[in-house]
Structures are given as structure tokens and as C-alpha cells.
């Protein structure tokens, strides 16, 4: 016996999200990002690195298979900065206890993209700013208070105990889409021939 349900094809035309949902059939080859740009990385302890100040912003809906350093370095010219001024480092705390450098597409696709799109959470990639040696044999990030001992960070104000980000998102809503070289914004200073254009000089400002 047919039967037919007046809920089958409910619609909501009222409603909107701020936030994309893949199609169920393709969760395990969608993730979310967050990328954490114009602060600093700081030493709490021995072994503990935390990142601190900028700003966030959010790309939503990302497919596994546009997610390369290509694209992640279009996504920092978006937001105004020079791939060869920067490192992105990542977090995964079943992969490696401490931060590690995404470099390389085996990293950003192998250790990022699949293993985030997999648990179905949202990954975090945080942007480490021109400090002058930008080795990639680096284990770590370079710290702003590598000399400093965590009791003067206490008495600059900077709470040890609470890593934890409280900026706003600047959410990117972007589903199943990749980033070709439309969506790229270029601002005239990264369009700059010169060869003495500086890092510093193309660093955002954040509190």
C-alpha cells in the first residue's frame, strides 16, 4: 500500500543558517576551517605554545579534493598576505603533540584535510608572520617570548592559563566550491614588483 506524507516535502523559506550542511552522502569529504591570522605565537611553558591576538576567519563546506597549497595560499592572498612572508602551522593533538608545519600538499591534504573531514570537525590553521629566518626544517613555531619567563607574561597582562581565542569569526560561507583565480583578491601592494615590498609592511593590523 502507497502511502504519502504531507511532511515529505515541507519546505522553510524563513529560516537561514550561518552555516553550511553538506549533503550527508558527502560529509566524509567536506570540512570546515578556521584560519587564525595576525596574532602571535607565545611560550606558556617548556612545551606548551599558545596563539594569540588577530583574528579569525571561516571557510565552510570545504571538498577534500580543492584543498592544496594552492589553495590555501589563495586564501592568504585573500586576506592580504604573502605566501613567501608566512608560515601555517596546524594542531592535531593524535597526530602530534605540539603544533606542526603544513608545507606541503602531503600535509594538507593527508594531515589536515582528510583526517578533519573524516572526524567531521572543524580544523584550526594558525598563520605565523614574517620573523626574518622562515626555515622550513623548523619544528615549531618561533616564539614572541622565547626569553621571556611565563611570570613576566603574567605581568604583561597575558593570561597563561587560557589559551583560548574570544575574537569574532569572519565567516566565509563557500560551499563545494573551489578557489580558482576570480575569487582572489589581490590588493595593489601584492600585485607590487618591487623587490624591497617588506612582510611587515603587508601585515594587517589586529588588537
Known amino acids: 500500500m502507497k502511502t504519502t506524507s504531507a511532511n515529505t516535502k515541507k519546505r522553510s523559506s524563513s529560516v537561514k543558517t550561518s552555516s553550511v550542511k553538506c549533503p550527508k552522502s558527502e560529509d566524509s569529504q567536506h570540512f570546515s576551517v578556521t584560519l587564525h591570522h595576525g596574532g602571535e605565537f607565545y611560550r606558556v611553558f617548556e612545551e606548551e605554545i599558545i596563539y594569540r591576538g588577530g583574528t579569525d576567519t571561516t571557510v565552510n563546506g570545504i571538498h577534500v579534493s580543492n584543498w592544496n597549497m594552492d589553495n590555501i595560499e589563495k586564501l592568504l592572498s585573500r586576506l592580504e598576505y604573502k605566501a613567501d612572508c608566512v608560515r601555517v602551522w596546524t594542531k592535531v593533538l593524535e597526530i602530534q603533540d605540539g603544533f ?4 606541503k600538499d ?3 591534504v593527508d594531515d589536515f584535510a582528510l583526517y578533519f573531514s573524516a572526524m567531521n570537525v572543524k580544523g584550526d590553521l594558525y598563520v605565523e608572520h614574517s620573523t626574518g629566518n622562515m626555515d622550513p626544517a623548523d619544528r615549531e613555531p618561533k616564539c614572541v617570548n622565547d626569553d621571556d619567563h611565563p611570570l613576566i607574561m603574567e ?3 597575558i593570561d597563561v592559563t587560557k589559551p583560548i581565542r574570544e575574537e569574532p569569526n569572519n565567516s566565509m560561507e563557500e560551499p563545494n566550491k573551489s578557489m580558482d583565480s576570480d575569487d582572489v583578491y589581490y590588493s595593489d601592494e601584492l600585485n607590487s614588483s618591487d623587490p624591497d615590498d617588506s612582510c611587515d609592511e ?4 589586529y588588537p
Open 100 to 103: 606542526f608545519l603544513i608545507r
Open 106 to 108: 602531503d600535509d594538507a
Open 155 to 157: 605581568l604583561m597582562g
Open 202 to 205: 603587508e601585515r594587517p593590523n
